[in-house]
Every structure is written in C-alpha cells, then in structure tokens.
C-alpha cells in the first residue's frame, strides 16, 4: 500500500509559475512510475507527465514546453514544475503511483489560474 499526499497548490495569475510536490509513503518508491493527472470541472481526468524509477519522461502534448516532472527517490517525492501557466491549466492535479498491475492515487491539490 502506498500513500501520497499533494501540496503546492493555490492561485496564480496567467503567466505565473507552480511547484507540486507529491510525498509517498512505503518503500520500494524508485519501483514506482510516478505520474500526474489533472481534472477539470466537468471533464475527465487527464494525464499530464509520468516519469520512471530510472527518470524517463512522458508529457501531454500541451504541457511539453512547459511543464517538468522530476523526481527525488531519496525523499520519496515526486515533482511538477509547472511554468506559464494559463486559464485552461485550471484543475484538480492527482498523483499517481504504479507498479504492475497496483496504482494508487493521492487526493488531489487545486491549481486555479486566474487574473
């Protein structure tokens, strides 16, 4: 079992930039893929960026430029640089853990984009 708890969160304006950190309880944290998900009011949710055990990456096409997930396997902790933010950034953000066929999620930390 895994545990992950979100922070960083909070309101930006348009342009601004973000840090979320997801912290994971448990051993074994480098055998996990990290990622993060995001969920929008009245949409589904969506992946964001995933990185391995080993630091191999995977963005959404749209936050490519932008966004940058890294990960210390030291602190049990997992990292979402986001920078330029905009508007339709605007969501509930997820972290994810996963190995095999178990996946467990953290609660989520609100990121709103706004002026």
């Known amino acids: 079992q895994v545990q992950l708890v979100e922070s960083g969160g909070g309101l930006v304006q348009p342009g601004g930039s973000l840090r979320l950190s997801c912290e994971a309880s448990?051993?074994?944290?480098?055998?996990?893929?990290m990622g993060w998900y995001r969920q929008a009011p009245g949409k589904q949710r969506e992946f964001v960026a995933d990185?391995?055990?080993?630091?191999?990456?995977n963005y959404l096409y749209s936050v490519k430029s932008r966004f940058t997930i890294s990960r210390d396997n030291a602190k049990n902790t997992v990292y979402l640089q986001m920078n330029s933010l905009k508007p339709e950034d605007t969501a509930v953000y997820y972290c994810?853990?996963?190995?095999?066929?178990?996946?467990?999620w953290g609660q989520g930390t609100q990121v709103t984009v706004s002026s």
């Open positions: 448990g051993s074994d944290f480098s055998t996990y893929v």
């Open positions: 994810k853990a996963i190995r095999k066929v178990n996946a467990f």
């Open positions: 990185i391995s055990g080993v630091g191999s990456t």
